[in-house]
């Protein structure tokens, strides 16, 4: 199980009866399907894992390419990450972008890696390590600043205290101090900011866990793919973490 679906056994029975109560196994009309919903959803991790092509994915199931297809377009979005509503008093999330190579270019603009890319906010509780927030994706040539608001993060967030890069410029949220165009920065505003990275660098560690789950290195999924690929990733690292 973990090395198909990044998840432990015990955490794939909870994200089973998760989707059941939420009915995700409910009959549905017309042709039923050819797989248990353990396996469909199986199917759905392994493919966000490996992404292996359609082609290769369907034999391992013993169903065919468009069986295949119709399940990821069905059960993709049901294990979508439930945003966080409210923070305890106290809490310190981070938010940082990060770029997922899109083959869809109608949501996808070329970026800074020089790819046709999707700017995702992710936004991390930084004392748990667990994703609260993922914004829309917005084209990967829009600068963090403008993702932030346009993706939704920020609604998200609410007034929950927040640190970012300095790339978050002029959006409220904690940065570390510029220095200035002559000379250094004080001692106690070197001391913030190197706590500040120590900090921070939590959501790179996230973001290293979240792309051990291949789709995110180059997705082939079209319109909403991407982004329900990501929640759904975002809610199997948060069951792992918890674990």
Known sequence: MPPFS???SRD???????LRREGADRTRRGRPWSLPLEDRVL???????????LRQLAPLFGISKSSADRIIDHIGPLPALKQRQRSHAGTVLIVDGTLVPTRDH???ERSKNYRYSTNHQVVVDADTRLV????RPVPGN????????ESGAKAAVGRTTTIADG???GTGLVIPHRRPASGELCGWKQEHNRSHKQVRARVEHVFARMKTWKVLRDCRLKGDGVHYAIL??????NLRQAS
Request: proline letters at 0%.
């Open 43 to 53: 199917l759905v991790a392994v493919y966000w894992r490996t992404n292996l092509t």
């Open 12 to 18: 794939f029975r909870k994200l089973i009866t998760l």
């Open 232 to 237: 759904g990733i975002a809610h199997l690292h």
């Open 132 to 135: 609260v927030a993922v914004g």
């Open 106 to 108: 109608s949501i996808a």
């Open 6 to 8: 990044g998840l432990r």
């Open 142 to 149: 829009r600068n963090d600043c403008k993702a932030w608001a």
């Open 167 to 169: 790339g978050y410029q």
